[in-house]
Structure formats: structure tokens, C-alpha cells
């Protein structure tokens, strides 16, 4: 079924309304960034992504190990392409489109890490993401076999042990069961996981920008992924009254409060939607009849 009669915004839904495994990771990033290009060719880049993921397959033999694999994808992505981290801009929002990313070979750590495993998926082998502390890496395999992959600093090897200080700190790992603590911090991210940091950096990114249209659209995308997420669901109210959408805002700060949990500190909620309804009301008074 074709997609050019659907909105960014529904094609974006369509490609995540399906069980997590089942979601293209590649194609629904791309459709994430669509609202933003709207004559992206999806097809297009997954066939660039294609190709790398060929030219990977084409290093390896069927015996392979993940060192094998990891150094096949090392020479393919960060050797010949001249993929990077882009750390001197890393708030452009391009860093998180990933259209962008493979047109100008830098982005941020999520989309690196998502072309990373897109790549790999192509290539026939399985990489997990992994969510850090203000960071996102891959890995590769399970157990005493498995390798954790930096896509932002150049496809580098991390330790497990470097992975967790990251989010524990050194002074909680000092005498820490390191088998527990991957089995507690080291999980793999699910693909929704994925998408939800991919748009929530890009969210930031525009905000600073203080492009706050672009940021309630990546917010809106967010809340298809995870419509239980109150946060964005805060967050979202307040994007929405930056851009003068004040009944929408009443909407979600309505839904907010009705979903906190019991014992919440809403007062600072419950403030902004009385101002917003006593906005909207004047905006019904004024308006003609």
C-alpha cells in the first residue's frame, strides 16, 4: 500500500502501530524526520543503509565471530564512510534526523547507534541498544562474549565496567557483582525506547533553537510512541501554550492531572490550567458571533 497520500504525522504512526520487534527501526526514524523533510524518499535511504549493511555481509564469512563483525563494520562505517560523532554542534537538530545523519556522516549518539543497528539488521546480525547515562551505545552477542560499541566516538570498544560507571558512578561500583549489574543496567533498549530518545533529543535540540513549532511536533510524535508518558505529556502542554494552541494545552494538562497518580505535587499543573482555561474563555468572549 503506498504512503503519499498519508502526512508525515500518519505515516509516523503507521510505522510504529505494530508489536516493538515488528517495527522498522530505519524506516520509522525516517519517518519521524519527514515532517521536517517532506520529500524525504524513505525507500531511498533504507536502500543506502542497504548498501552498507551489503558491504558488510560481503567482509564476513559464515564462521564469523563478533569481533569479526565489529571490525567488518568499524571499516565500513567510521573507516570508509567517515562516520562521527558530532560533538561541536551536537544540539543541531540534524544530529538527530536520520536522513541527515547519512547524508553528512555525523549525528548524534541515539541515531548513530539506530544506523549502527540497521546496518548490522542488513547484514544479518542482531545489535542491541543500550540506554546510558546521557549517552547511547550498542552491543553485540551476550554473555562473556558480548561487546559494547561506541557509534559516537568512531565505533570504539567500551567494557562493561566503563558502561556502568557511566551511569552508577565509580563510587557505586567499587566492590559491585558486575554480573548482576549488567543484568540491572545493561539491558537492551526496545525499539519504541530508541525512538522516544532519538525525538525527545530532537525535541530539546529545537527548543534550544527555540524552534518551539518543531518541538510540539517531535512532542506530539513522542506521545504516539508512549501516550502513557506523563512527562511528555507535561511537556507537551507547555509547547503547546509556547505556540498559542491554549485549547490543546487545556486538553493535555486536563488529561495530566486526571492520570497523576495519587499524592503528586500538581499544584503548579493545576495553576497553569486555570489560567489557560480563563484564556480560552476570554478568547470565546471576544470572538464574533
Known sequence: MG??????????ARAIRRPDEEINLGAASLY????EFPDLDVIAYQGRIAQFGAKVKSRLNAQHTNYDFVGAMHEVLFEN??????SKDYFNPNNSHLNEVIDHLKGNPVALSILYIEVARVAGVAVDGISLRKHFVVAIGTGEERIFVDPFHNGGL????ECITNILGKDRIKNGDFDDL???FLNPATKRAMLRRLLSNLKVAHEKHKNYELALSASERIQLLDPSNLRN????AHLQTKVGNFGDAVDSLTQFLERAPAGSNTEQAESALRKLKALTARGNDDSPE
Not at 519521524?32 to 515532517?35: E, G, I, K, L, T
Not at 567500551?158 to 565496567?161: A, H
Not at 505529556?233 to 507537551?236: K, P, Q, V
Open 233 to 236: 505529556l507535561s511537556e507537551l
Open 158 to 161: 567500551l567494557s562493561r565496567k
Open 3 to 12: 504512503t503519499s497520500s498519508l502526512s508525515p504525522k500518519e505515516n509516523f
Open 81 to 86: 564512510a567517515g562516520f562521527t560523532g558530532d
Open 32 to 35: 519521524a524526520a519527514s515532517n
Open 182 to 184: 549488567e543484568r540491572k
